[in-house]
T-cell receptor, first 117, second 113 residues
């Protein structure tokens, strides 16, 4: 079945450090890929997305590139801030044969990021 | 435009009690979803409704039922709560468009004693 695997956390960094959170996936078709962020006590918010191979999603200084050859969608940020402390989820969504999204998301287990001043 | 709203925010139940979690969206979305979030397991899909009038099981449907009351509302019912259903429950919705993101509610924290 379809699955998403994220690097195990938690991840602890100092402010202005470089961040990478690895994400790899297994899917039978051609998924859209997403990174969601969950701040303490809140629901999930979309951080960025990519819908086809070699697409790069970016938002708030975060980037991730859809790599079909390595089935990966690693999240990176050049200089993290304390306000980036949150849980990050990688997710995929498959398309139906007709090209219309089912909408169902498959999530990784989440990576807790803590950034210290 | 409130987005996705959920009630209640927090609930404590005793084993065997029943309750309904409510979810509503005001974005005219076709599809709605119920997930549960447990530590170290990400979010797992319980049930979803691809469009008004349809519902389907997700990854972990046992012990739950759902009702798509209309296009706006999608409720999740626990008929006989068990401690294993202690979790945070999220409702989400989206349009049926390629690449469309899902919008999540703030969550309901449920504790079953």
């Amino acid at each position: 079945g379809d699955s998403v695997t994220q690097m195990e956390g938690p991840v602890t960094l100092s402010e202005e450090a470089f961040l990478t959170i690895n994400c790899t996936y297994t899917a039978t078709g051609y998924p859209s890929l997403f990174w969601y962020v969950q701040y303490p006590g809140e629901g999930l918010q979309l951080l960025l997305k990519a819908t086809k191979a070699d697409d790069k999603g970016s938002n708030k200084g975060f980037e991730a590139t859809y790599r079909k050859e390595t089935t990966s969608f690693h999240l990176e940020k050049g200089s993290v801030q304390v306000s980036d402390s949150a849980v990050y989820f990688c997710a995929l969504r498959l398309l139906s044969a007709g090209g219309t999204s089912y909408g169902k998301l498959t999530f990784g287990q989440g990576t807790i990021l803590t950034v210290h001043p | 435009n409130a987005g996705v709203t959920q009630t209640p925010k927090f609930q404590v139940l005793k084993t065997g009690q029943s309750m309904t979690l409510q979810c509503a969206q005001d974005m005219n979305h076709n599809s709605m979803y119920w997930y549960r979030q447990d530590p170290g397991m990400g979010l797992r899909l319980i049930y979803y409704s691809a469009s008004e009038g349809t519902t389907d099981k997700g990854e972990v449907p046992n012990g739950y039922n759902v009702s798509r009351l209309n296009k706006r509302e999608f409720s999740l019912r626990l008929e006989s709560a068990a401690p294993s259903q202690t979790s945070v429950y999220f409702c989400a919705s989206n349009r049926k468009v390629r690449g469309e993101t899902q919008y999540f509610g703030p969550g309901t924290r449920l504790l079953v004693l």
